[in-house]
């Protein structure tokens, strides 16, 4: 996967994508299945969906049949000029609530059968009732029928970035992708802006309407908010080039050599509470951990006699679907152990897998709770095992 930082500016469309725009196309050519190239920013206005019409453009220019799946122009009025004569393909009218929404046709898309379709808005969240619950779904299925994407999304909506965000900025962020799809990337571009400069297109009129922009510079485009993402759009992207340079190499020194060798790099195993809070707080702390170490990591519910079928709760049941199916989205394998001691399931488990690390949530538990049974927290931390355990802070504090 390829890293292109590309700071904005007036810039001609050849000037601004030829390159990028070069790479991408050899990158197509090369196998059936479609190929992925996300350009990643630090906020609203930093020029992705202006740079995929740009590249849309010299794909076209290159005999590259490349179509609009799906573009947010967000009414700014450059962004929208770009379109021009591109073939967009209308968008699916769906009634949600009492109204009208339009959402992405990715059945038209399927049909059409573009080499390149444009999918603009990668954490959307579509409406009740569509194919997929996320646009990222969609474009892994446009993928997966031979169809590359050119794709856009900016850094805050990284799951694992979401405790990240609250504490940074106070700001909790609803739709999110997981880290993964930067990591299976075939190119990730970062459009890096200064934060005075992105404040002066705010200001300008360029990124939202006159009646918001007061508003906008007062809270979330503070300097220092502006700074905080920038750096993590960065981090996040780089990190994840990292990452698939190491696989590419690893892959292409076994060409020929036998089967690859397996990996070196310590597991990671989350034990799953039942409070999705909780939960999804332990999720993005290992999905963060385990893309640093390029590691494969596991999310694992312990059902103790208390939770059997004829006896858990109908609620705490629906929470632990819930919590395996974002775990499994976020690129955890889940797992249900069967046992009385949690701790000793999990640490059984981490021993057999090579798990080095087990990342629990605090203990909901009374001094007197603690006085009859250590909590599973101390009873990690006491084994004799060669085993890392970290105990994350999650929203509601408990005794651990």
């Not at 940074?168 to 997981?178: A, H, K, N, Q, Y």
């Not at 007062?218 to 190491?246: I, P, W």
């Not at 059997?308 to 797992?335: C, F, K, P, S, Y």
């Not at 250590?374 to 509601?396: F, N, Q």
Request: glycine letters at 6%; a negative charge; one cysteine or more.
């Amino acid at each position: 996967m390829d890293l292109l930082t590309t700071p904005i500016g007036p810039v001609s469309p050849r000037s601004a994508t030829s390159a990028p725009t070069g790479e991408f196309l050899a990158l197509i050519s090369e196998r059936a299945r479609g190929r992925l190239k996300v350009y990643v920013g630090s906020a609203a206005g930093t020029g992705k969906t202006y740079r995929m019409l740009q590249e849309a453009h010299d794909l076209r220019r290159r005999q590259v049949d490349c179509v609009i799946g799906f573009i947010e122009t967000h009414g700014r009025a450059e962004t929208a000029e770009q379109v021009r004569d591109l073939e967009i393909i209308p968008r699916r009218r769906m009634a949600y609530r009492g109204i009208e929404v339009e959402e992405m046709d990715l059945d038209a898309i399927l049909v059409r059968r573009p080499a390149v379709a444009l999918v603009d808005e990668l954490a959307h969240t579509n409406v009740p009732g569509s194919l997929h619950q996320k646009r990222w779904e969609d474009v892994l299925t446009l993928l997966e029928q031979g169809i590359s994407v050119i794709t856009a999304v900016n850094v805050q909506h990284l799951e694992s970035l979401n405790d990240v965000l609250q504490r940074s900025l106070g700001v909790t962020i609803r739709e999110t992708i997981p880290d993964w799809l930067l990591s299976v990337a075939d190119q990730v571009v970062n459009l890096d802006i200064p934060a005075e400069d992105l404040r002066q297109r705010l200001t300008d009129g360029k990124i939202y309407p006159a009646d918001k922009i007061q508003a906008a510079l007062s809270n979330f485009f503070v300097e220092e908010n502006l700074a905080t993402l920038r750096e993590l759009a960065l981090r996040e992207v780089a990190n994840s080039v990292d990452r698939q340079r190491e696989e590419n190499a690893a892959r292409e020194a076994g060409t020929g050599a036998g089967p690859p060798e397996p990996r070196t790099v310590d597991r990671v195993l989350v034990g799953m509470s039942a409070n999705p809070a909780d939960t999804r707080a332990l999720l993005r702390q290992a999905t963060r951990i385990a893309g640093r170490l390029n590691s494969d990591w596991y999310c694992a519910w312990v059902r103790t006699p208390a939770d059997r079928a004829d006896r858990i709760a109908t609620e705490r049941q629906r929470h632990v679907v819930d919590n395996m199916q974002r775990a499994q989205a976020l690129g955890a394998e889940v797992v249900t152990l069967d046992g009385t001691d949690v701790a000793q399931v999990l640490l059984d488990f981490a021993q057999a897998h090579g798990c080095s690390m087990i990342i629990i949530g605090p203990t909901r538990q009374g001094w007197w709770g603690r006085a009859v049974r250590p909590s599973i927290a101390a009873t990690l931390l006491a084994a004799k095992r060669d085993v890392d355990v970290l105990v994350v802070r999650t929203s509601v504090e408990g005794a651990s």
